[in-house]
């Protein structure tokens, strides 16, 4: 069974702090993507990335970048936190299709 | 550019009653769709897609390209059936913004 794991559950920070989400699948899978879900917008799309060191643009990246430099690993920076930047971050992974999900990490910036 | 649009935020049936979650999507060619749930407090996982056109928990879904549509069905929902459920287009791997679905005892 594939098993995506997102580093943290819960994670507070502070606006301005450089925010690291973690997330780690162990079926050596091509492709790996962020999303944060928000109720009433449902799962949005940030970055996805198809290999070591690729990375493309979802439909939200402003204020995210991403980092993918070992195939299992793929993670979400959050530059600059902001109170916007609140959400459920989802991170899942795939060899074509479907999507395997984490549990998901809960950021709260104050 | 891909879309998914699920119109109902959310969708209220009793016990025994048919339901249907609607799904539509925007995509010029041969779409790949699925259905994902999330129970409570539990990671989103696959449904159902399209192409296996099978029937997961009695739920079943059609692809009908005319209408640019996959909506999911039941026949007889449960109240078990009360989560949230998330139409997804495989092509830039795009998701609606979920119905939840309640179904009162």
């Known amino acids: 069974d594939v098993k995506v794991t997102q580093s943290s559950r819960y994670l507070v920070k502070r606006t301005g702090e450089k925010v690291f989400l973690e997330c780690v699948q162990d079926?050596?899978?091509?492709?790996m993507f962020w999303y944060r879900q928000d109720p009433g917008l449902g799962l949005r799309l940030i970055y996805f990335?198809?290999?070591?060191?690729?990375?493309e643009k979802g439909d939200i990246p402003e204020g995210y970048s991403v980092s993918r430099e070992k195939k299992e690993r793929f993670s979400l920076i959050l530059e600059s936190a902001s109170t916007n930047q609140t959400s459920m971050y989802l991170c899942?992974?795939?060899?074509?299709?479907?999507?395997?999900f984490g549990n998901g990490t809960r950021l709260t910036v104050t | 550019a891909q879309r998914v649009t699920q119109p109902e935020k959310l969708l209220s049936v009793f016990k025994g009653a048919p339901v249907e979650l609607k799904c539509n999507y925007s995509?010029?060619?041969?779409?790949?769709l699925f259905w994902y749930v999330q129970y409570s407090r539990q990671r989103l996982q696959l449904l159902l897609r399209?192409?296996s056109r099978e029937s997961i928990k009695g739920f079943t879904a059609d692809l009908n390209k005319g209408e640019t549509s996959f909506h999911l069905k039941k026949p007889f929902a449960q109240e078990e059936d009360s989560v949230m459920y998330y139409c997804?287009?495989?092509?830039?791997?795009?998701f609606g913004a979920g119905t939840r679905l309640t179904v009162k005892p």
């Open positions: 899942a992974s795939s060899l074509s299709s479907p999507l395997h």
């Open positions: 079926m050596d899978h091509e492709n």
């Open positions: 990335s198809y290999d070591v060191k690729m990375k």
């Open positions: 995509y010029s060619g041969s779409p790949e």
């Open positions: 399209h192409i």
């Open positions: 997804a287009l495989t092509i830039g791997m795009r």
